[in-house]
Nanobody, 122 residues
Framework: QVQVVESGGGLVQAGGSLRLSCTAS????????MAWYRQAPGKQRALVAL???????KYADSVKGRFTISRDNAKNTVDLQLNSLKPEDTAVYYC????????????????WGQGTQVTVSS
């Protein structure tokens, strides 16, 4: 019913920048929170940044001041600008969308993308 697709990952040197994009599509009535998570090898998936429908934001302490999350409600997209990248930012980055469907307007469903690899070399 809903597809979430990320793009924009890649290999970058430390200090460089990347921009990740995510689009949700399907039987979407509205989207509440949208977020980016990441999972490094051997570690649990963790929240990187979250943005509410009203554009309130929350960031992990490790990325504050370096990453910026933004969204376009009309296009059902969320972006993550990654600046001043560090080797410890290397991970698979996942987009998450909390979606209200046309067919279940009283319930919120969580959808994940397939992930995009970000690798930062030292």
């Amino acid at each position: 019913q809903v597809q979430v697709v990320e793009s924009g990952g890649g290999l970058v040197q430390a200090g460089g920048s990347l921009r990740l994009s995510c689009t949700a599509s399907g039987s979407i009535f509205s989207i509440n929170d949208m977020a980016w998570y990441r999972q490094a090898p051997g570690k649990q998936r963790a929240l990187v940044a979250l943005i509410t429908r009203n554009h309130g934001t929350k960031y992990a302490d490790s990325v504050k001041g370096r990453f910026t999350i933004s969204r376009d409600n009309a296009k059902n997209t969320v972006d993550l600008q990654l600046n001043s990248l560090k080797p410890e930012d290397t991970a698979v980055y996942y987009c998450n969308a909390r979606v209200v469907l046309f067919t279940y307007k009283t319930t919120e469903f969580s959808y994940w993308g397939q992930g995009t690899q970000v690798t930062v070399s030292s």
